[in-house]
């Protein structure tokens, strides 16, 4: 594909654009790369000056800078067709997508397949091997089973939703348009729901639902689990990570992004826009606000207002927690000079 067609795909989205100096020069572009290990006939991108001093030895044939004269300028002097954009990480993403398709069945229901005559199953639908579809469930067009799935009773699957190969989707459950449940992911399963006694713990049954809204993505080996009574929701457009916990009865807002290791107890809420990241645990009730961020392996037990950033266990503010960390550093002095002191007044 030449750049200028790539230029084409792109728009408006690329506000400054240049082939060099040769207005003839238009280079072939075959793929994508990360620019370290870029080469001829590869586009990169970098995403601000940090990275800058890459442009001054790839060997990418075409870059997409930020909005900086001064990567644009050395882009230039180096030969390489570049483009400008306020977001290169954007722009690269689509891009990739020029380059790559993820593979997509043919419709067709595999004769290994098993499926209830109860089940209705919508147009174009790929059902794969030894996929088990129990009663009254419902599939709709345009989705993808992969092989060994296993789907139980009167589950809801939208349109274009696709489930990867063995995960697993719990009685009752709803998953809305477009969603994409990786891998060994289990949705609606049994919450941790268990009642001390004097002769040990009483399962409490969990007979609530467990909903995800449309474009919900849940990564390999997670969980969503269902509840006592009322539901688990997880909001349109959230995207989660491998190997996340979500507890019964957790409310996750829209647009939320939870990274690997996540774990939160039940009944915890998050607003719109929450970003979790890796390794943050969440004791149970616990409601964070709009916007906020919890930085990697932050143990949050209090509520968290809209747009805070908390780091740290259990977690405070961030600016609190990087001068709490600089203290943190300086204790062996600290220490040795109160000894000093105690020393000095006989204490």
């Known amino acids: 594909m030449k750049f200028s067609e790539i230029l084409n795909q792109f728009g408006d989205a690329a506000t400054v654009h240049s082939l060099s100096d040769n207005p003839n020069y238009d280079p072939e572009i075959t793929g994508v790369a990360a620019i370290d290990e870029a080469t001829n006939g590869n586009l990169s991108y970098v995403e601000g000056a940090k990275f800058g001093s890459f442009v001054g030895k790839t060997n990418a044939s075409v870059l997409i800078l930020p909005q900086d004269k001064n990567l644009q300028a050395l882009a230039q002097e180096r030969g390489i067709a570049w483009l400008s954009t306020p977001e290169p990480r954007l722009l690269f993403a689509k891009a990739i997508a020029l380059f790559y398709q993820p593979y997509r069945p043919t419709p067709e229901i595999h004769p290994t397949a098993v499926i209830h005559p109860t089940a209705k199953i919508g147009s174009d639908v790929y059902i794969g091997p030894h996929v088990a579809i129990e009663r009254?469930?419902?599939?709709?067009?345009?989705?993808?089973?992969?092989?060994?799935?296993?789907?139980?009773?009167?589950?809801?699957?939208?349109?274009?939703?696709?489930?990867?190969?063995?995960?697993?989707?719990?009685?009752?459950?709803?998953?809305?348009?477009?969603?994409?449940?990786?891998?060994?992911?289990?949705?609606?399963?049994?919450?941790?729901?268990?009642?001390?006694?004097?002769?040990?713990?009483?399962?409490?049954?969990?007979?609530?639902?467990?909903?995800?809204?449309?474009?919900?993505?849940?990564?390999?080996?997670?969980?969503?689990?269902?509840?006592?009574?009322?539901?688990?929701?997880?909001?349109?457009?959230?995207?989660?990570?491998?190997?996340?916990?979500?507890?019964?009865?957790?409310?996750?807002?829209?647009?939320?992004?939870?990274?690997?290791?996540?774990?939160?107890?039940?009944?915890?809420?998050?607003?719109?826009?929450?970003?979790?990241?890796?390794?943050?645990?969440?004791?149970?009730?616990?409601?964070?606000?709009?916007?906020?961020?919890?930085?990697?392996?932050?143990?949050?037990?209090?509520?968290?207002?809209p747009r805070e950033i908390v780091s740290g266990t259990p977690a405070v503010p961030h600016k609190l927690y990087l001068k709490v960390s600089a203290i943190h550093n300086r204790l062996p002095d600290i220490y040795q000079s109160l000894k000093q002191l105690q020393r000095k007044f006989k204490v």
């Open 136 to 305: 009254r469930v419902e599939v709709g067009n345009g989705a993808i089973i992969y092989p060994n799935v296993v789907v139980y009773p009167d589950v809801k699957i939208g349109d274009r939703t696709i489930l990867h190969a063995n995960c697993t989707i719990h009685e009752r459950s709803q998953i809305g348009a477009d969603c994409v449940i990786h891998s060994g992911a289990v949705i609606g399963a049994e919450g941790f729901g268990f009642v001390p006694t004097r002769t040990g713990w009483l399962k409490m049954e969990q007979s609530g639902y467990t909903v995800l809204e449309d474009g919900v993505v849940v990564g390999c080996n997670s969980g969503v689990d269902r509840p006592a009574v009322g539901e688990t929701r997880v909001g349109q457009n959230t995207v989660i990570d491998n190997l996340v916990q979500i507890g019964h009865g957790c409310q996750i807002g829209t647009g939320c992004a939870i990274a690997g290791q996540v774990g939160m107890a039940g009944g915890v809420k998050l607003g719109n826009r929450v970003i979790l990241a890796g390794q943050v645990g969440i004791v149970n009730q616990v409601k964070m606000g709009d916007g906020a961020i919890a930085s990697a392996q932050a143990g949050i037990h209090n509520d968290v207002p």
